[in-house]
């Protein structure tokens, strides 16, 4: 069981455990999106750009960083909605073999106790292999309250 609005605390900070990115994604998540872009699909176009080949959607790096923040456990069967996402930055590519793991710190909370539930806010940033920042966004979860 994932953790209730109130066990949530100001400032505490969450690490996840790493994903790699793949050929695969890349390719099925570019022509099932529809996001035919060749800096996604053709390493020799990819070559003459600035980012010297083959980069990832920024779409597939902020679902993964996502799903990432759901297997930290702290959400399951006590998130009602991911309710949006806030300030989302891409500061370097993500390149294929590339492996992602997330710091998420809560930066809010807001309680709505009339409704039992509360929102987090978790400003995360995902880190490649060599502790490069590739995605910096803020999550905001709506959480269920404990039963009273």
Do not use: C
């Not at 003459?48 to 959400?75: D, E």
């Not at 807001?110 to 292999?129: H, S, W, Y």
């Amino acid at each position: 069981m994932g953790r209730f609005f109130e066990e949530f605390r100001m400032g505490e900070v969450l690490h996840t455990g790493g994903r790699t990115v793949t050929e695969t994604d890349i390719v099925l998540f570019s022509t099932q999106t529809g996001a035919h872009n060749p800096m996604f699909l053709n390493e020799e176009y990819a070559k003459k750009t600035p980012f010297g080949g083959r980069i990832a959607p920024g779409m597939l790096t902020l679902s993964i960083s996502t799903a990432l923040t759901y297997q930290t456990g702290v959400l399951e069967g006590t998130l009602i909605a991911l309710q949006s996402l806030d300030s989302i930055r891409f500061p370097a590519p993500v390149r294929p073999g590339d492996t992602l793991a997330m710091d998420l710190e809560v930066v809010g909370l807001e309680d709505d106790a009339a409704k039992k539930r509360g929102l987090v806010k978790m400003r995360g940033t995902a880190r490649n292999q060599k502790g490069e920042a590739v995605l910096e966004a803020q999550w905001n979860f709506l959480m269920r309250r404990k039963a009273t």
